[in-house]
């Protein structure tokens, strides 16, 4: 599987913004969907939202679908989440993650197989 490394964490204010990367290594990167998950202290593994290799099909949860997007530039072998209108409970370790499965298998399970080491989202005043 593909290496992943996130960064742009950091703090944020309620309402404001901020763009997470994730750099992938290794080939055929254009062919695997990527993910972008969360998890907060004491929660569950959360699922944010993803995008397709090549045709760049979208899915969001509902708690950031119209707030967060998911964008990717094959040629940079790099993804992003835009995070908009940040609220506090958006707080958490923010992960992602790549697979090589299909679309529409991913949208049903979830699963990933490559995930990156994380990076600390905080939002407060």
């Known amino acids: 599987q593909v290496q992943l490394v996130e960064s742009g964490g950091g703090l944020a204010q309620p309402g404001g913004s901020l763009r997470l990367s994730c750099a992938a290594s290794?080939?055929?990167?254009?062919?695997?969907?990527v993910g972008w998950f969360r998890q907060a202290p004491g929660k569950a593994r959360e699922f944010v939202g993803a995008m397709s290799g090549n045709t760049m099909m979208t899915y969001y949860s509902n708690d950031v679908r119209g707030r967060f997007l998911v964008s990717r530039d094959n040629g940079k072998n790099t993804a992003w989440l835009q995070m908009n209108s940040l609220k506090p409970e958006d707080t958490a370790v923010y992960y992602c993650?790549?697979?090589?499965?299909?679309?529409?298998?991913?949208?049903?399970?979830?699963?990933?197989?490559?995930w990156g080491q994380g990076t600390q989202v905080t939002v407060a005043s």
């Open positions: 993650a790549a697979d090589s499965s299909d679309f529409a298998s991913m949208v049903r399970t979830k699963r990933f197989r490559s």
């Open positions: 290794g080939q055929g990167f254009s062919n695997y969907i």
